[in-house]
């Protein structure tokens, strides 16, 4: 078998998806992009192409290391997301031609179902009770939101207490019959999140997600050890070379690499097992779309450490599209009590609706971050 062609397509609301053909007749689907930056990433798909075509699908491996090593210059969101898709797509490739579905090429089920956990609120949350109730009734018990809006390296009590507060309200009106994740986004300074942590200890979140940036990623340790909430990050790290250095410095009790932007399944089951040999939970970074779901759930399928996995359906990104809209399949993807279960199609188990996503890719926004400024004028963090 031979790769023939990779071909990309940019559809709403900030995802790509890539087909990757072979000379059998079997494709495989990856979604390779960074959000914000899909023109990026779609470049560094195609500048890989030529390492592809022409190749085996099956050497995965050997094609992996191609991609890394091929290029002088390596590593970060761009050319690691570009090799994440194309990863999963061999993967995928490679189910489709055994006949088996990924996981059972990885080893096999270490776990019969998979915690998922839903988003409620937005980039500025403000009422989420409403939102959790709602979700609640549907069978969720697990949540995730983000913990606050913009905030200075130095700022007032009157953001903290507003902070503090709206969770409080989540404990007072839930108990603990939810549970939840505040997401800090890498918007508060290492100052500002002892504080944050501080204050959050009465009510108990689940995790708290990059409580600073994961370029100050040496503030985790010291944070650690000022608070009992577990910390998470690894969405904005790309390889298990920098995961090693968190790792060894310790601090984190969940890491979260996101298989469309740390190098795919091969590099994410790596990273997993890192973890696990550090007593570290998994928990996937997934706000997009169907293919990069079903690669978190098939490395969640054999990974012992996997506690966690998010999954955009009814996220706050998604602006009139949603990730099953793009699937032929949706039954494969239904949320039963909180819990997922294991793919049985071969490969990664997603049937794409191919003409939907051509269609679709026509008219694809060109979406953007959104800046965010102090009230000084500078610019603050997303």
């Given at each position: 078998?031979?790769?023939?062609?990779?071909?990309?397509?940019?559809?709403?609301?900030?995802?790509?998806?890539?087909?990757?053909?072979?000379?059998?007749?079997?494709?495989?689907?990856?979604?390779?992009?960074?959000?914000?930056?899909?023109?990026?990433?779609?470049?560094?798909?195609?500048?890989?192409?030529?390492?592809?075509?022409?190749?085996?699908?099956?050497?995965?491996?050997?094609?992996?290391?191609?991609?890394?090593?091929?290029?002088?210059?390596?590593?970060?969101?761009?050319?690691?997301?570009?090799?994440?898709?194309?990863?999963?797509?061999?993967?995928?490739?490679?189910?489709?031609?055994?006949?088996?579905?990924?996981?059972?090429?990885?080893?096999?089920?270490?776990?019969?179902?998979?915690?998922?956990?839903?988003?409620?609120?937005?980039?500025?949350?403000?009422?989420?009770?409403?939102?959790?109730?709602?979700?609640?009734?549907?069978?969720?018990?697990?949540?995730?939101?983000?913990?606050?809006?913009?905030?200075?390296?130095?700022?007032?009590?009157?953001?903290?207490?507003?902070a503090i507060a709206r969770i409080a309200e989540i404990r007072e009106a839930f108990g603990n019959t939810i549970e939840f994740g505040i997401d800090f986004h890498g918007r508060i300074g290492s100052a500002m999140a002892k504080t944050m942590l501080r204050e959050l200890e009465p009510h108990r979140p689940l995790f708290v997600e990059e409580p600073v940036l994961a370029e100050q990623d040496e503030q985790y340790a010291r944070l650690a050890q000022h608070t009992s909430i577990p910390l998470a990050a690894g969405e904005r790290m790309y390889s298990r070379f920098e995961f090693k250095r968190v790792f060894e410095a310790g601090g984190l009790a969940i890491v979260q690499p996101d298989p469309s932007h740390a190098g795919g399944i091969s590099e994410c089951l790596?990273?997993?097992?890192?973890?696990?040999?550090?007593?570290?939970?998994?928990?996937?970074?997934?706000?997009?779309?169907?293919?990069?779901?079903?690669?978190?759930?098939?490395?969640?399928?054999?990974?012992?450490?996997?506690?966690?996995?998010?999954?955009?359906?009814?996220?706050?990104?998604?602006?009139?599209?949603?990730?099953?809209?793009?699937?032929?399949?949706?039954?494969?993807?239904?949320?039963?009590?909180?819990?997922?279960?294991?793919?049985?199609?071969?490969?990664?188990?997603?049937?794409?609706?191919?003409?939907?996503?051509?269609?679709?890719?026509?008219?694809?926004?060109?979406?953007?971050?959104?800046?965010?400024?102090?009230?000084?004028?500078?610019?603050?963090?997303?």
């Amino acid at each position: 078998m031979k790769i023939t062609k990779l071909s990309t397509f940019r559809v709403a609301p900030r995802w790509m998806f890539l087909k990757v053909e072979t000379d059998e007749g079997i494709a495989g689907w990856g979604e390779p992009v960074v959000e914000g930056k899909s023109l990026s990433t779609e470049a560094a798909v195609h500048e890989f192409a030529p390492y592809l075509v022409g190749q085996d699908p099956m050497r995965i491996n050997d094609l992996w290391q191609v991609m890394y090593r091929g290029g002088f210059y390596r590593g970060g969101p761009t050319l690691m997301s570009a090799i994440a898709g194309i990863d999963q797509a061999l993967w995928d490739i490679k189910g489709k031609a055994l006949g088996v579905p990924v996981y059972q090429l990885l080893g096999g089920l270490v776990r019969d179902k998979m915690k998922v956990y839903s988003w409620v609120g937005g980039d500025r949350p403000s009422d989420v009770i409403r939102d959790i109730k709602r979700l609640h009734e549907r069978g969720f018990d697990t949540f995730k939101m983000n913990g606050s809006v913009e905030m200075g390296l130095l700022d007032n009590s009157a953001k903290v207490d507003a902070a503090i507060a709206r969770i409080a309200e989540i404990r007072e009106a839930f108990g603990n019959t939810i549970e939840f994740g505040i997401d800090f986004h890498g918007r508060i300074g290492s100052a500002m999140a002892k504080t944050m942590l501080r204050e959050l200890e009465p009510h108990r979140p689940l995790f708290v997600e990059e409580p600073v940036l994961a370029e100050q990623d040496e503030q985790y340790a010291r944070l650690a050890q000022h608070t009992s909430i577990p910390l998470a990050a690894g969405e904005r790290m790309y390889s298990r070379f920098e995961f090693k250095r968190v790792f060894e410095a310790g601090g984190l009790a969940i890491v979260q690499p996101d298989p469309s932007h740390a190098g795919g399944i091969s590099e994410c089951l790596k990273i997993a097992s890192m973890a696990e040999a550090y007593d570290v939970a998994l928990a996937p970074h997934c706000p997009l779309g169907p293919v990069a779901l079903a690669a978190c759930l098939h490395l969640d399928f054999v990974s012992h450490n996997a506690v966690l996995q998010e999954q955009s359906i009814g996220i706050h990104y998604n602006q009139g599209v949603e990730p099953l809209d793009y699937v032929l399949n949706p039954e494969d993807f239904v949320i039963q009590d909180g819990y997922m279960l294991p793919f049985t199609k071969p490969g990664l188990g997603v049937v794409m609706n191919e003409d939907h996503i051509r269609e679709a890719a026509k008219h694809a926004p060109d979406w953007r971050n959104p800046l965010w400024r102090h009230e000084d004028g500078s610019v603050a963090e997303w």
